[in-house]
């Protein structure tokens, strides 16, 4: 099993900042690819952007210029750096990880407005 935990979400206004983490436990040595995912009220969960175990990262194009995910192996985390926020980035942004099965996180709630 492996557990996805993650953080950072929070409100800021429009052109700022936000940082979010994912630390992932349990049974890591099945994880290959991780990703983010969000949820807009009364939307479907989109995809944002992923990283493979070899490095190669893919964005959806609301992302792209803006937003840039990594990860640190040694630590079993994933990152999203996202600038320049807009109000249409609000959302409940998840944390998931592909490998012999599919895992989700709890999710973190990014609010960005005046």
């Known amino acids: 099993q492996v557990q996805l935990v993650e953080s950072g979400g929070g409100l800021v206004q429009p052109g700022g900042s936000l940082r979010l983490s994912c630390v992932a436990s349990?049974?890591?040595?099945?994880?290959?690819?991780m990703g983010w995912y969000r949820q807009a009220p009364g939307k479907e969960r989109d995809f944002v952007a992923l990283?493979?175990?070899?490095?190669?990262?893919n964005y959806a194009n609301s992302a792209k210029g803006r937003f840039t995910i990594s990860r640190d192996n040694a630590k079993n985390a994933v990152y999203l750096q996202m600038n320049s926020l807009k109000p249409e980035d609000t959302a409940v942004y998840y944390c998931r990880a592909w490998g012999r099965h599919d895992y989700w996180g709890q999710g973190t709630q990014v609010t960005v407005s005046s």
């Open positions: 349990g049974s890591v040595s099945s994880i290959n690819t």
């Open positions: 990283i493979s175990g070899g490095g190669a990262t």
